[in-house]
């Protein structure tokens, strides 16, 4: 059974930070990885989504890289703001096509 | 963009009582899904529909059952609430399988079991 974590839980940073989160998964047979925002009391916001053959995307000061051997992700976020403050969770899409398994979160803030 | 809409967004219930949560999107999308989020647990898939008039088992569907109604909505009934499934349900959909692309999420359904 796949399972996802995501390490740490939860991050404080100062404003203007470079920042690493990161995302390892136990089954490394993925068809893609997504990573998402998700603000307080609301949905999920898709950030970023690399296919299994890819081995990062970038969105702005958004980028995600994928190692598939070694069941690792890491989202980067370059001078982080304020507005940055969210939980982050990523998602792998494993070989039985529609089913998601999501990790745990990493709780992050932002402080001015 | 209306995207992914969800109603109701907060509703408690007394055990034993049933509700239909709906969900609709305006993507024109083929795929949708339920999921529910729970503190330590994170979201787990209850049920999907990869196309319009089929629906599958996610990883929790006991309890639950499901509707696709047409293309645009996906309803969520629960014939005899518990405890239990006090949760923050979502509703997400996808042009196609969660396999070739982003999920869409709505913004989520409080449900409170008393």
């Known amino acids: 059974k796949q399972e996802v974590t995501q390490i740490p839980a939860a991050l404080s940073v100062p404003e203007g930070e470079n920042l690493v989160l990161n995302c390892s998964f136990t089954d490394s047979a993925i068809y893609n990885l997504q990573w998402f925002r998700q603000d307080p009391g609301k949905g999920l916001t898709s950030l970023l989504l690399?296919?299994?053959?890819?081995r990062e995307q970038t969105s702005g000061r958004l980028n995600a890289s994928l190692d598939k051997s070694s069941g690792r992700s890491t989202l980067y976020i370059a001078a982080s703001q304020p507005g940055d403050s969210a939980t982050y969770l990523c998602a792998v899409v494993n070989n039985a096509g529609n089913m998601l398994t999501f990790g745990g979160g990493t709780r992050l803030m932002v402080k001015p | 963009n209306a995207g992914v809409t969800q109603t109701p967004k907060f509703q408690v219930l007394k055990t034993g009582q049933s509700m239909t949560l709906q969900c609709a999107q305006d993507?024109?999308?083929?795929?949708m899904y339920w999921y529910r989020q729970d503190p330590g647990m994170g979201l787990r898939l209850i049920y999907y529909?990869?196309?319009?008039?089929?629906?599958d088992k996610g990883e929790v569907p006991n309890g639950y059952n499901v509707s696709r109604l047409n293309k645009r909505e996906f309803s969520l009934r629960l014939e005899s609430a518990a405890p239990s499934q006090t949760s923050v349900y979502f509703c997400?959909?996808?042009?196609?399988?969660?396999?070739?692309?982003?999920?869409?999420f709505g913004e989520g359904s409080r449900l409170t079991v008393l």
């Open positions: 997400a959909s996808s042009e196609d399988g969660a396999d070739t692309g982003e999920l869409f």
């Open positions: 993507m024109n999308h083929n795929s």
């Open positions: 690399i296919q299994s053959s890819q």
């Open positions: 529909s990869a196309s319009e008039g089929t629906t």
